[in-house]
């Protein structure tokens, strides 16, 4: 296990570099020097101060020496300063919006299980029913659904026509904090941003308990005079899960992405709101510095998922 462990986590480092160089050659690939965004259009520059501040800024390195810099003081935790956020460090920015996100993502990522679970065994128990065929085209929906279609129905439903949830933001501006309060902002876009999630558990769910169910323990089971519903939930269900643990874990990219449109449209105060800002201020520092946090993450879950499924299925190690 520990070998195994060690292999993944090299995989995931390796990922994670090639991210940060992914992310660092398409920032200075974008049309425009990225000087520009340091620059006051009140304060009119001469060309020597634009060069020492290009100079001041490692800007005038080459880009393997530039991100060389960058690697080196991102490896010490210092991420740079933001240029629109009056020189905030871009960790800190980072860190206060890191709540707020995984509060999100857990309370999608919780409705997604739940109710794919769900579906999904009652798919496959009532195969080719109404309840199945309902639901199978439900999931489509939702599989094809772009986050940021969902959150605008959504929205203009719950919020604009039937007023039952606030349209935006994580508190109710003006009032103390209460649990009840950030639940009534939260449920909406938790919700909304499960869809897809939910969607492709549902399917997976339902073809793998139909698998598991045409297996020769599972007749004998039955073949025995054991109940349907211990059935199911002892002998099927656990087998049928198998599959679902990786399926949760490669979804946490598709979750983060959903959640910057969530986010985005809610005004939900989390990295996908401050990452849609930094790009459209063209903040390169945070920029970098939220790519890569989020990149960290997504590497970590998924390098947990694979030590669960390990964990979980033996066999798993030794390839």
Not at 47 to 53: E, I, K, N, T
Not at 275 to 301: E, F, H, K, S
Request: with cysteine; hydrophobic share 50%; charged share 15%.
């Amino acid at each position: 296990m520990l070998q195994y462990s060690l292999r993944r986590l090299i995989i995931g480092m390796g990922m994670l570099v090639a991210l940060s160089v992914l992310i660092f050659l398409l920032l200075r690939l974008t049309p425009g020097d990225p000087i520009d965004a340091y620059i006051d259009p009140n304060l009119p520059m001469s060309p020597s101060d634009l060069a020492d501040l290009r100079r001041s800024l490692g800007l005038d390195q080459p880009l393997p020496v530039q991100y060389l810099g960058w690697l080196q003081q991102a490896l010490t935790g210092n991420l740079g300063y933001s240029i629109k956020r009056l020189d905030q460090p871009v960790l800190g920015l980072v860190l206060s919006r890191i709540g707020p996100t995984v509060l999100l993502m857990g309370t999608a990522l919780a409705f997604a299980i739940v109710a794919g679970i769900t579906c999904g065994v009652i798919g496959a128990v009532r195969r080719n029913s109404l309840a199945d065929l309902s639901l199978s085209v439900v999931a489509l929906a939702g599989i094809s659904s772009p986050a940021f279609l969902s959150a605008l129905i959504g929205l203009y439903i719950f919020s604009v026509r039937l007023h039952w949830m606030p349209s935006g933001g994580m508190l109710t501006p003006g009032e103390e904090f209460s649990v009840g309060d950030l639940l009534h902002h939260l449920i909406l876009p938790a919700a909304l941003l499960s869809v897809a999630q939910a969607a492709l558990i549902m399917r997976y769910m339902r073809a793998s308990l139909l698998e598991v169910l045409n297996q020769d323990y599972v007749r004998t089971a039955r073949a025995k005079g054991v109940r349907e519903f211990w059935v199911i939930s002892k002998h099927a269900l656990r087998n049928a899960l198998l599959p679902i643990v990786t399926l949760i874990g490669s979804t946490i990219g598709l979750a983060i992405g959903g959640a910057i449109f969530i986010e985005s449209v809610f005004n939900w105060p989390g990295m996908g709101l401050l990452l849609v800002d930094a790009v459209q201020t063209r903040d390169y520092p945070v920029i970098m510095g939220a790519t890569l946090v989020i990149g960290t993450c997504v590497i970590v879950v998924n390098l947990l998922t694979d030590i669960t499924y390990a964990v979980v299925d033996p066999r798993i190690k030794v390839g």
